[in-house]
């Protein structure tokens, strides 16, 4: 079964409007979670990730214990976000190991 | 700072084919991944590397493919034969030791096996 699940291949908003990349996990117990990100032609990267409780680039992202999610949120969308974005676990007896979704598209026009 | 150094960056290679991916990682890392990204997936781990040692492979397919770190720095990646189904983009990853610490990706080697 899938361990980290990101239901939308692609999603498109138009520039100013709100954007939630959703991210489900099956894990019971007390994972991390991390959004990465990657731009065109750039290399993959890290955004954010839960512990921090901080915003990056206007993003935030909650984790809900209780429907196993962590979804990605902005109030306004801008171009510039546009790229790939990747929803990753680490279980506590992973070590540094990360579980990848598959990924969501986002498209923001103009 | 390079960040991490992957080469070749694209390869093509007929099937039954051997091929070998490089990665160079930021200066100071002790821990080195590898990853394959399937099209339209998101990346898994093949293996992970604490200094030289191989400490999860768990996923690595060892009857086609090895990886080498020899000396704790630069590791190696080796398919040998390649299959059709090998196509992907390779990502070596590195990080300092310890379970909090942030992953830092390289560009990627994409591979096609004709």
């Known amino acids: 079964a899938q361990r980290v699940t990101q239901p939308e291949k692609l999603l498109s908003v138009f520039k100013g409007a709100p954007v939630e990349l959703k991210c489900n996990y099956s894990y019971s117990g007390s994972p991390e979670l991390f959004w990465y990100v990657q731009y065109s032609r750039q290399r993959l990267q890290l955004l954010l990730r839960?512990?921090s409780r901080e915003s990056i680039k206007g993003f935030t992202a909650d984790l809900n214990k209780g429907e196993t999610s962590f979804h990605l949120k902005k109030p306004f969308a801008q171009e510039e976000d546009s790229a790939m974005y990747y929803c990753a676990e680490r279980r506590e007896n992973a070590g540094n190991m990360l579980t990848f979704g598959g990924g969501t598209r986002l498209m923001v026009k103009p | 700072e390079a960040g991490v150094v992957q080469s070749p960056r694209y390869k093509i290679i007929e099937k039954k084919q051997p091929v070998a991916f490089w990665c160079n990682p930021i200066s100071g890392h002790n821990t080195l991944y590898w990853y394959r990204q399937n099209l339209g997936q998101g990346p898994e781990l093949l293996i992970r590397y604490e200094n030289e040692e191989a400490v999860d492979d768990s996923q690595l397919p060892k009857d086609r493919f090895s990886a080498e770190r020899l000396k704790g720095v630069d590791s190696t990646l080796k398919i040998q034969p390649a299959e059709l189904g090998d196509s992907a983009v390779y990502l070596c990853?590195?990080?300092?030791?310890?379970?909090?610490?942030?992953?830092?990706f390289g560009p990627g080697t994409r591979l096609l096996v004709l």
């Open positions: 839960h512990i």
């Open positions: 990853a590195s990080s300092f030791s310890g379970r909090g610490e942030t992953q830092y």
